[in-house]
């Protein structure tokens, strides 16, 4: 994660803002697989360095929407740590493309 946050620097705001929009799909589907293989370390050995820097920015991003949104936590949900991320890496702004631009 810290080579992803080095090059995002490197990027910049508008560079980094292109990248979760081209890898939107494929990070969701990256989400997906790592929630149901229950996190295997082996779902993102073969994953490109783009899709994993576009998952680390995505998962800053939507985790500090997560924590203002919902301060004290939410009751009833899934207490599983896959759960809970899985849950803050697709938003339903994560499902549409329009909600990139």
């Known amino acids: 994660m810290s080579d992803s946050l080095h090059r995002a620097r490197d990027r910049g705001d508008d ?10 799909e494929n990070v969701n589907a990256l989400v997906k697989k790592i929630a149901r293989e229950d996190a295997s370390t082996e779902t993102v050995k073969g994953a490109r360095r783009k899709l994993l820097d576009a998952m680390a920015l995505r998962y ?36 549409d493309p329009v909600s990139d631009s």
Request: charged share 35%; no cysteine; aromatic share 6%.
């Open 15 to 24: 560079g980094n803002k292109d990248l979760l929009v081209q890898e939107r």
């Open 60 to 95: 800053l991003r939507n985790r500090e929407i997560f924590m203002k949104t919902f301060p004290d936590g939410i009751d009833n949900i899934d207490p599983d740590p896959v759960s809970i991320w899985a849950t803050i890496m697709i938003s339903p702004r994560d499902e």
